[in-house]
């Protein structure tokens, strides 16, 4: 289960470097979001291949949600991580308080589904 959440997680990855280089952040936001449902899903299902308890399997989900919204937090507010990430054609949309709680939410309930299904 592990190979296919890590694998899962690098696919959604690679597929949101590819929309931020091919579609502008607005007409790309939907799928971006898709993509924060399906990372909690993903996560959860990772964590469930090495622990057993569901609500340790959310939160470790969850924290993985929180430690990627302090990188895009710090990525659009760096002057340094911009530039350096920007020359191999890392994008990001602007930073937004209600957008990051969004996303958080997303990763909840992709976490949620995993183990509403699957756990």
Not at 55 to 79: K, Q, R, T
């Amino acid at each position: 289960m592990i190979i296919l959440a890590l694998c899962g997680i690098a696919a959604l990855f690679l597929y949101c470097q590819i929309l931020s280089r091919r579609l502008s952040y607005a007409r790309a936001y939907w799928r971006y979001e898709l993509c924060h449902l399906l990372a909690g899903f993903f996560v959860a299902g990772g964590a469930a291949s090495v622990i057993r308890d569901g609500w340790i399997i959310f939160g470790a989900s969850m924290a993985f949600g929180v430690l990627w919204e302090a990188w895009e937090y710090l990525f659009a507010h760096s002057a340094f991580l911009s530039r350096s990430f920007g020359r191999i054609g890392w994008k990001h949309g602007p930073w937004a308080l209600s957008d990051t709680v969004f996303d958080l939410l997303l990763d909840a309930a992709g976490a949620f589904v995993f183990l509403s299904l699957l756990f």
